[in-house]
């Protein structure tokens, strides 16, 4: 069973900071990795998809990593900003019984602080 | 493009009541979800479709029950409401296979009091 660690459970760092979260998953046999963010009372709006292929993905600020060997990914964002805060959560794809399972971390809340 | 649209947002339910929570995607997605999120929990998926007509149970099921007549609209159902369903419900969709990730709708909060 694919199980989905996201630590810290809150981030608090100061505006301009560079950050890193971290995605632990234990089955390596992904299909893709999914990073998102959400705002408080909203819904999940996706930053960045990794394909089991892939070891990167950019946008603007953020970089997303993959590293399935060991389990992991990183979200980096660089020269954090207040607008920034939120809670980002990490998503695994995996084959379970023939379905497509995804699994969720139970996110990182994130705090910029001015 | 509205992408996926849910609705209600907010919704306050007695004990017993039921309700549908409604789901509806512009995209010509194939695949649809509902999703519960419970304070400190991660998403836990309820129910699933892979195309019109087509539903299978998630990890939740209970409590619960959906219909897929159309690509566009996949509704979920709360029969006999209890304090347990209070949670957020979010539903999503994704193209052919979740290769190409998820898109979500913007929630439904419910309380069952």
């Known amino acids: 069973k694919q199980e989905v660690t996201q630590i810290p459970a809150a981030l608090s760092v100061p505006e301009g900071e560079n950050l890193v979260l971290n995605c632990s998953f234990t089955d390596s046999a992904i299909y893709n990795l999914q990073w998102f963010r959400q705002d408080p009372g909203k819904g999940l709006t996706s930053l960045l998809l990794?394909?089991?292929?892939?070891r990167e993905q950019t946008s603007g600020r953020l970089n997303a990593s993959l590293d399935k060997s060991s389990g992991r990914s990183t979200l980096y964002i660089a020269a954090s900003q207040p607008g920034d805060s939120a809670t980002y959560l990490c998503a695994v794809a995996t084959l379970s019984g023939g379905y497509q399972k995804v699994t969720f971390g139970t996110g990182t809340k994130l705090q910029v602080i001015p | 493009n509205a992408g996926v649209t849910q609705t209600p947002k907010f919704r306050i339910l007695k004990i017993g009541q039921s309700m549908t929570l409604q789901c509806t995607q512009d995209?010509?997605?194939?695949?649809m979800y509902w999703y519960r999120q419970d304070p400190g929990m991660g998403l836990k998926l309820i129910y699933y479709?892979?195309?019109?007509?087509?539903?299978d149970k998630g990890e939740v099921p209970n409590g619960y029950n959906v219909s897929r007549s159309t690509t566009e609209d996949f509704p979920l159902r709360l029969e006999l409401a209890a304090p347990s369903q209070t949670s957020v419900y979010f539903c999503?969709?994704?193209?052919?296979?979740?290769?190409?990730?998820?898109?979500f709708g913007s929630g439904t909060r419910l309380t069952v009091v």
């Open positions: 990794i394909q089991s292929s892939q």
């Open positions: 995209m010509n997605h194939n695949y």
């Open positions: 999503a969709s994704s193209p052919r296979q979740v290769l190409y990730g998820y898109t």
């Open positions: 479709s892979v195309g019109a007509g087509i539903t």
